[in-house]
């Protein structure tokens, strides 16, 4: 059973910059897809940024050029920095995994991330 916990999370001023990590335990990171996505409470959740086994990288158009995913194999640890932060960014992050992208099958439980105007 994977098992994935997130970390990272915060209060910022808008403009400021967070990183959110994913410790990943019960499987190889490098096996799986992995994301993260959002969700505000009341709202459907949002997938905003995923990356293949392979390395490809694929971004919502809402983040594009201010999130960035990374992953280290080594540390089976999933990445999320986040620069340029708007106060609509703020949500609960989760950090997810699967065999195909994006079909996620294991997921975190959340961080809070608030985004101050």
């Known amino acids: 059973q994977v098992q994935l916990v997130e970390s990272g999370g915060g209060s910022v001023q808008a403009g400021g910059s967070l990183r959110l990590s994913c410790t990943t335990s019960?499987?190889?990171?490098?096996?799986?897809?992995m994301g993260w996505i959002r969700q505000v409470p009341g709202k459907q959740r949002e997938w905003i940024s995923y990356?293949?086994?392979?390395?490809?990288?694929y971004y919502a158009d809402s983040v594009k050029g201010r999130f960035t995913i990374s992953k280290d194999n080594a540390e089976n640890t999933l990445y999320l920095q986040m620069n340029s932060l708007k106060p609509e960014d703020t949500a609960i992050y989760y950090c997810?995994?699967?065999?195909?992208?994006?079909?996620?099958?294991?997921w975190g439980q959340g961080t809070q991330v608030t985004v101050s105007s």
């Open positions: 997810a995994a699967g065999g195909y992208c994006p079909n996620f099958i294991y």
């Open positions: 990356i293949s086994t392979l390395g490809y990288t």
């Open positions: 019960g499987g190889t990171i490098n096996s799986y897809c």
